[in-house]
């Protein structure tokens, strides 16, 4: 999509695409509107210099390429400090070749993730204060998770289901299965959007509802991922330098954090798969929606038994951060090590609260360990 040069707020941008939608989107083309909620750094706008981003009020325009294809445009507006919002009409295969890819890549930035329990209150208001119903969604439950299910529990699954009915069959899913969404299609009326854990927002009609309906969901949740946010970037290996008479002493400073999972207790068997990632109990291949590249490597791992303790030096594949892990049945302690940047906590965090405990809360340590 092209908005015209102009000094918008976001009130008018968002008027803008309402009343310009059939020139900007295209339905046969899956030309819809699509909002990825993006955490970054505070000075963010040094990450894109290499886009040479055009201001146009409080609104940003970037156009992001990939190797032979064409740029995709995107619009962008600091709905908090560190937390962005990129509006695109480009499909999502676009977005992966281009955006993702750059984000991946790049220390200080990452997607937005949406926890379990913050996708439920999103489906909930939806729900109840727009009078929405759910017609598709996709849900999962991992191979390593110990979360309830009632029938075979041992395995892992990835359910896309889509019928007018698909709230109810949702529920059954979720406590027969185990199944966690991360994918949801609502319709309200005769408007439809959906709404994806990864900070996705899809709206496939476009108007003044659909536009006011996301931004009432966004803000339901701001507060929880702006804490979030402030966590992690507050998890950090730095150095000071301190003058002792005339010498300057180096001293290391580090600011851990703790995981404390509240619903699960651990044992030696569910740390070993999750430090193993790509196998299940028998010590078979996981099946392909399970045995993707792994975010993280586990290496220096050592588990005792017993009174279980654990612990192993956490490698971030994409950031290149390395950290310290260790802990017993119910906590997990974080010390960074190398490379520190604040989206390997999140990504790590986000595989404990969907892999192990959908409950499980994170918090810096009161103290400094020097």
Same mark, same amino acid.
């Given at each position: 999509?092209? =908005?015209?040069p102009?000094?918008?707020?976001?009130e008018?941008?968002?008027?803008?695409?309402?009343?310009?939608? &059939?020139?900007?989107?295209?339905?046969?083309?899956? @030309?819809?509107?699509?909002?990825?909620?993006?955490? *970054?750094?505070? &000075?963010? /706008?040094?990450?894109?210099?290499?886009?040479?981003?055009?201001r146009?009020?409080?609104?940003y325009?970037?156009?992001?390429?990939?190797?032979?294809?064409?740029?995709? &445009?995107?619009?962008?507006?600091?709905?908090?400090?560190?937390?962005?919002?990129?509006?695109?009409?480009s499909?999502?295969?676009?977005?992966? @070749?281009t955006?993702?890819?750059?984000?991946?890549?790049?220390?200080?930035?990452?997607?937005?993730?949406?926890?379990?329990?913050?996708?439920? &209150?999103?489906?909930?208001? $939806? #729900?109840?204060?727009?009078?929405?119903?759910?017609?598709?969604?996709?849900?999962?439950?991992?191979?390593?998770?110990? /979360?309830?299910?009632?029938?075979r529990p041992?395995?892992?699954?990835? =359910?896309?289901?889509?019928?007018?009915?698909?709230?109810?069959?949702?529920?059954?899913?979720?406590?027969?299965?185990? =199944?966690?969404?991360?994918?949801?299609?609502?319709?309200?009326?005769?408007?439809?959007?959906?709404?994806?854990?990864?900070?996705l927002? *899809?709206?496939?009609?476009? !108007?003044?509802?659909?536009?006011?309906?996301?931004? /009432?969901?966004?803000?339901?949740? #701001?507060?929880?991922q #702006?804490?979030?946010?402030?966590? /992690?970037?507050?998890?950090?290996?730095?150095?000071?330098?301190?003058? =002792?008479?005339?010498?300057? *002493?180096?001293?290391?400073?580090?600011?851990?954090?703790?995981?404390?999972?509240?619903?699960?207790?651990? !044992?030696? $068997?569910? $740390?070993?798969?999750?430090?193993?990632?790509?196998?299940?109990?028998?010590?078979?291949?996981?099946?392909?929606?399970?045995?993707?590249?792994?975010? +993280?490597?586990?290496?220096?791992?050592?588990?005792?038994?017993?009174?279980?303790?654990?612990?192993?030096?956490?490698?971030?594949?994409?950031?290149?951060?390395?950290?310290?892990?260790?802990?017993?049945?119910?906590?997990?302690? #974080?010390?960074?090590?190398?490379?520190?940047?604040?989206?390997? +906590?999140?990504?790590?965090?986000?595989?404990? *609260?969907?892999?192990?405990?959908?409950?499980?809360?994170?918090?810096?340590?009161?103290?400094?360990?020097?």
């Amino acid at each position: 999509m092209k =908005i015209p040069p102009g000094s918008y707020t976001i009130e008018s941008f968002l008027d803008y695409l309402a009343d310009n939608t &059939d020139e900007l989107f295209t339905r046969e083309e899956r @030309k819809w509107l699509k909002v990825y909620l993006i955490f *970054v750094r505070r &000075d963010w /706008t040094k990450l894109f210099e290499e886009f040479a981003p055009t201001r146009l009020g409080d609104i940003y325009h970037i156009i992001v390429g990939a190797k032979g294809s064409p740029g995709i &445009d995107f619009y962008v507006y600091e709905r908090a400090p560190g937390l962005l919002m990129f509006f695109t009409s480009s499909t999502e295969e676009d977005y992966e @070749k281009t955006l993702k890819r750059f984000i991946e890549s790049t220390r200080g930035i990452t997607e937005m993730w949406i926890p379990p329990h913050r996708i439920e &209150d999103a489906k909930g208001l $939806v #729900l109840s204060q727009y009078k929405g119903k759910i017609y598709r969604f996709i849900g999962r439950r991992t191979s390593i998770t110990p /979360t309830p299910a009632r029938t075979r529990p041992e395995y892992g699954r990835r =359910i896309n289901y889509s019928g007018m009915d698909a709230g109810e069959t949702l529920k059954e899913m979720q406590e027969t299965y185990g =199944i966690i969404p991360f994918s949801l299609d609502f319709a309200v009326g005769d408007d439809s959007f959906k709404i994806t854990n990864d900070g996705l927002f *899809v709206l496939r009609t476009i !108007n003044e509802h659909t536009l006011r309906i996301m931004v /009432t969901v966004i803000d339901a949740m #701001l507060g929880y991922q #702006l804490e979030m946010q402030k966590l /992690t970037q507050g998890i950090a290996a730095t150095t000071e330098f301190h003058k =002792i008479g005339e010498s300057t *002493v180096r001293i290391p400073e580090i600011v851990a954090a703790k995981i404390r999972l509240k619903a699960q207790k651990l !044992n030696a $068997v569910w $740390v070993e798969r999750f430090f193993g990632q790509r196998r299940d109990l028998l010590g078979e291949e996981l099946p392909a929606q399970d045995s993707e590249q792994p975010e +993280f490597s586990f290496i220096d791992t050592t588990v005792v038994e017993g009174s279980l303790l654990y612990s192993a030096t956490v490698i971030d594949e994409f950031k290149g951060t390395i950290f310290g892990l260790s802990g017993g049945e119910d906590e997990m302690l #974080l010390v960074p090590k190398h490379r520190t940047t604040f989206e390997s +906590f999140v990504r790590f965090y986000r595989n404990i *609260v969907e892999d192990i405990d959908k409950e499980a809360e994170l918090s810096i340590l009161s103290e400094q360990i020097v």
